[in-house]
């Protein structure tokens, strides 16, 4: 890799940093939180809700799905579908990397075989067979920036809940640059 694609490609991560930061602000969320909330929070402001779910999905197969599925149109829905059987760590991740794709307006490809989700209401979902794309650096870089602030929270604990422990709270995540 050149230095101008290093270069390059540090200016698109800085780019998708402030993007999401700006995203994550307009969402109300201020302070690191676990992944379900964070979907929670978004789809407050998403064209449509953001889902996620535990399923059951083959263990030979996918830890995570992005489906956006519409039963009738007005029920539309993003579904962000992770392994149920998965450490809780594990699909945090999967989460934060699915969501790396919504929050990157990555395209849904045409399903075609979802038997066990009903397809006739799904147009479309999110499937890779290579994690060297830009579109899968993209995602893992949000991931990477969601699970680093989630981190955070749990590296700063205070007994009180008093003003001067917030405002210590918030000054040593800023520390730890979250956000």
Same mark, same amino acid.
Request: aromatic fraction near 6%.
């Given at each position: 890799?050149?230095?101008?694609?290093?270069?390059?490609? @540090?200016?698109?991560?800085?780019?998708?940093? =402030?993007?999401?930061?700006?995203?994550? =602000?307009?969402?109300?969320?201020?302070?690191?939180?676990?992944?379900?909330?964070?979907?929670?929070?978004?789809?407050?402001?998403?064209?449509?809700? %953001?889902?996620?779910?535990?399923?059951d999905l083959p263990a030979h197969g996918p830890f995570g799905?992005?489906?956006?599925?519409?039963?009738?149109?007005?029920?539309?829905?993003?579904? %962000?579908?992770?392994?149920?059987?998965?450490?809780?760590? /594990?699909?945090?991740?999967?989460?934060?990397?699915?969501?790396? /794709?919504?929050? $990157?307006?990555?395209?849904?490809?045409?399903?075609?075989?979802?038997?066990?989700?009903?397809?006739?209401?799904?147009?479309?979902?999110?499937?890779?067979?290579?994690?060297?794309?830009?579109?899968?650096?993209?995602?893992?870089?949000?991931?990477?920036?969601?699970?680093?602030?989630?981190?955070?929270?749990? $590296?700063?604990?205070?007994?009180? @809940?008093?003003?001067?422990?917030?405002?210590? =709270?918030?000054?040593?995540?800023?520390?730890?640059?979250?956000?």
């Amino acid at each position: 890799m050149s230095l101008r694609q290093v270069w390059r490609r @540090n200016r698109e991560e800085a780019r998708l940093r =402030r993007q999401l930061r700006s995203t994550l =602000r307009r969402a109300g969320i201020a302070e690191p939180t676990d992944m379900l909330e964070v979907c929670e929070r978004l789809s407050a402001i998403w064209p449509v809700p %953001i889902v996620a779910a535990p399923f059951d999905l083959p263990a030979h197969g996918p830890f995570g799905l992005t489906i956006r599925y519409a039963p009738e149109p007005r029920d539309e829905a993003i579904y %962000i579908l992770y392994q149920r059987v998965a450490t809780p760590l /594990h699909q945090q991740h999967v989460v934060a990397h699915e969501l790396g /794709h919504v929050l $990157g307006g990555h395209p849904l490809e045409p399903v075609n075989d979802l038997s066990e989700i009903d397809p006739s209401g799904s147009t479309g979902t999110l499937r890779r067979t290579s994690y060297n794309s830009r579109v899968e650096r993209e995602a893992e870089t949000i991931a990477t920036v969601l699970l680093g602030r989630a981190a955070a929270q749990e $590296g700063v604990t205070l007994p009180s @809940n008093d003003a001067r422990d917030h405002r210590l =709270r918030r000054v040593l995540g800023d520390k730890v640059e979250w956000l």
